[in-house]
């Protein structure tokens, strides 16, 4: 098996809809997706909903239900799970050891970690396995570099690619919202201070992404000597203030995956 022409989303709320949107963007025909939410009101044109679980085997089953949920989906799971299927799982801090625990008869299994953006195309997708030959490997980058940029890791660095590509968007979120807050409490009009931050963080980004030259590098570009940027960055630059905020809160986040991940091997 180097084809995912059936794929089974077992729950999909806000990340398994932005995976799915991002595929069916990219072309992959609706048939191809079934989904199992009793919560989903409905489904995107051509895929199936379904309120119970099917019968017959997927080439692939996305666990797309909160990690403290694995244990009540396993059993319903585990017999669509046959000798040719792939696992993957969105579900933070579960194990490709705990996988294979609630899923022995699956042929492999894959924890993939993308964000919101993959609706979009845009998501970085890391990815760790166990069980999958170098073909099943290529059709598996494959089908997540269609949701942006795949990229596979060490499942011990796991938790910490969770925290920076996954939960990053809500950091970054937070920041624009705080540069928006600044310019209106400084006195921009609440809306202009908001367009004015999307733009320039939309911008900036685009930019980064094609520079060859490091962000740290397009920083010092851009601050001119005895300039407004310079000055600005000055604050952010004392005590390494920013630095250590931004460490600090991938660290909360890295530790908190490595305490689901203690739940984990300790429901069943």
């Given at each position: 098996m180097t084809d995912f022409n059936s794929i089974l989303l077992v729950g999909c709320g806000n990340m398994g809809g932005a995976m799915l949107r991002g595929w069916l963007a990219s072309g992959i025909a609706p048939a191809s997706f079934t989904i199992v939410d009793p919560q989903l009101d409905s489904a995107p044109q051509g895929v199936t909903l379904l309120r119970d679980y099917p019968q017959g085997a997927f080439d692939a089953i996305l666990l797309g239900v909160k990690p403290q949920m694995l244990d009540a989906v396993a059993g319903d799971v585990a017999p669509l799970a046959g000798k040719d299927t792939v696992i993957l799982s969105m579900l933070a801090g579960v194990e490709l050891d705990t996988l294979q625990a609630r899923f022995?008869?699956?042929?492999?299994?894959?924890?993939v970690m993308p964000n919101l953006a993959a609706?979009?195309?845009?998501?970085?997708?890391?990815?760790?396995?166990?069980g999958l030959d170098d073909a099943q490997r290529d059709a598996l980058a494959a089908l997540m570099d269609r949701l942006g940029a795949a990229e596979w890791i060490a499942e011990a660095q796991f938790n910490l690619v969770t925290a920076l590509a996954?939960?990053?968007p809500g950091f970054v979120y937070r920041f624009i919202d705080a540069l928006a807050a600044g310019g209106a409490n400084l006195g921009l009009p609440p809306e202009t201070a908001q367009r004015l931050a999307l733009a320039m963080v939309?911008?900036?980004s685009a930019l980064a992404?094609?520079?060859?030259?490091?962000?740290?590098i397009l920083a010092q570009r851009v601050a001119s000597?005895?300039?407004?940027?310079?000055a600005g960055l000055k604050v952010l630059d004392d005590g390494a203030a920013m630095?250590?905020?931004v460490e600090e809160t991938l660290r909360a986040a890295r530790d908190r995956g490595e305490e689901l991940a203690e739940m984990a091997r300790n429901q069943g």
């Open positions: 022995p008869a699956a042929k492999g299994y894959v924890r609706s979009l195309g845009k998501s970085p997708v890391g990815m760790a396995e166990s996954g939960s990053g939309e911008g900036a992404a094609q520079s060859a030259d490091s962000p740290a000597p005895g300039g407004t940027t310079e630095a250590r905020l």
